[in-house]
C-alpha cells in the first residue's frame, strides 16, 4: 500500500457554526464550514429521493472490484460524484486518515461522531482538535432518553447509544462512508470496498478496506496528521472509555476493546 497523495486544501475562511437539536435524536451539533455547492450527482440525488436502489448488488460488486486495486480517494471520488451530499462519513476518531483522505476530495462533506456519552475525554479534544483543523462540516450524534436505563456493557447500550443514533443520522441519505478496515476484526475481513447495506437501506462505500494498520500509521505520520492522545498510552483501538484498556506491546491491538467478554462488533458494521 503506497500512501495517498495530500492535495492541498484551502480553509473555507466562510466558516460558521449552529447548534441544532434533532427531536427524538438528542442534540446534534452542527459546525463547519456553510454549505457548498452541490458536486456531481445532479437532479434526483438529494437525500431520500431513491427508495429503490439502481446500485444493484450485481453492479456494486462491480464497481468494488475496480476499486480494490485503486486508491482510497478514488473510491471516496467515486462516492461523492455519485451521492454529493446524500453521503455521510461516519468516523470514530481514533484517527483522522478517513477524514484527511475525504476532505481531500470533499471538503465540505459531512463527517458524523457518535457521542455516546462513554467517550474518554481525550476523544472528545481529540474530535474538537481535527474539526477545527479541517474546519470539518462535523455532526455529533448523541443518543436519545431512551438510551438513559442502559449504562455501559448492557445489553441494549451500543444499540441504543451508536447503532440506532447512527441510523437516525443518516436517514434520508443515499451511501454512508467509513473508516473501517479488513484487519480491523475477523469479522471484517472480507469486507467489501463498496456495497449494499440493507440494514440501512444505502450504499456503504469502505474505501480503506484494504488498509493495514501499518498503512493508517505510516499515511499519519507523512501527512504530519493529530494524533489520538492515548496512542502514546498504549491504547491501540479506542472506542467507549469502560470498554477500552491499553495493549501490551505485541499483544494485538483489538485485545484492548470489550477485554474479555467476546464481543467483536457494537453493531455499526454487523
Ligand atoms: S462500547 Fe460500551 S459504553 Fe459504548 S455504546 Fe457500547 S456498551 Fe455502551
Not at 479541517?134 to 455532526?139: C, F, K, S
Not at 436505563?149 to 445489553?155: L, N, Q
Request: a negative charge; proline letters at 8%; charged letters at 25%.
Amino acid at each position: 500500500m503506497t500512501t495517498e497523495p495530500r492535495s492541498d486544501t484551502d480553509t473555507d475562511t466562510d466558516a460558521r457554526r449552529a447548534v441544532e437539536t434533532v427531536a427524538g435524536s438528542g442534540a446534534v451539533i452542527r459546525s463547519g464550514s456553510a454549505p457548498r455547492a452541490e458536486t456531481g450527482p445532479g437532479p434526483g440525488t438529494e437525500p431520500g429521493a431513491a427508495q429503490v436502489p439502481a446500485d444493484d448488488a450485481a453492479a456494486l460488486a462491480k464497481v468494488s472490484a475496480e476499486l480494490e486495486t485503486q486508491s482510497a480517494t478514488a473510491a471516496i471520488g467515486w462516492a461523492v460524484e455519485r451521492y454529493g451530499r446524500a453521503l455521510g462519513l461516519a468516523c470514530s476518531f481514533q484517527d483522522c486518515v478517513v477524514v484527511d483522505l475525504a476532505v481531500q476530495v470533499d471538503p465540505g462533506i459531512e463527517v458524523l461522531f457518535l457521542d455516546t456519552g462513554s467517550h474518554f475525554p481525550e476523544t472528545l479534544a481529540y474530535v474538537e482538535e481535527v474539526r477545527a483543523r479541517y474546519d470539518l462540516n462535523l455532526t455529533v450524534v448523541t443518543p436519545g432518553l431512551e438510551a438513559d436505563p442502559w449504562p455501559c456493557g448492557t445489553e441494549r447500550c451500543c444499540e441504543l447509544r451508536k447503532v440506532a443514533p447512527l441510523h437516525r443520522a443518516l436517514q434520508g441519505r443515499r451511501a454512508w462512508l467509513t473508516g473501517l478496515k479488513r484487519v480491523d476484526a475477523p469479522t471484517r475481513a472480507a469486507a467489501p470496498i463498496v456495497s449494499w447495506d440493507d440494514a440501512r437501506g444505502m450504499v456503504k462505500v469502505n474505501p480503506m478496506a484494504t488498509w493495514t494498520d501499518d498503512d493508517t500509521d505510516r499515511y499519519a505520520a507523512d501527512h504530519g496528521l493529530p494524533v489520538h492522545p492515548l496512542l502514546a498510552k498504549g491504547y491501540r483501538s479506542i472506542g467507549c472509555a469502560p470498554t477500552t484498556r491499553p495493549v501490551a506491546p505485541g499483544e494485538d491491538p483489538r485485545a484492548g476493546r470489550w477485554s474479555g467478554t467476546g464481543k467483536l462488533e457494537c453493531g455499526l458494521h454487523s
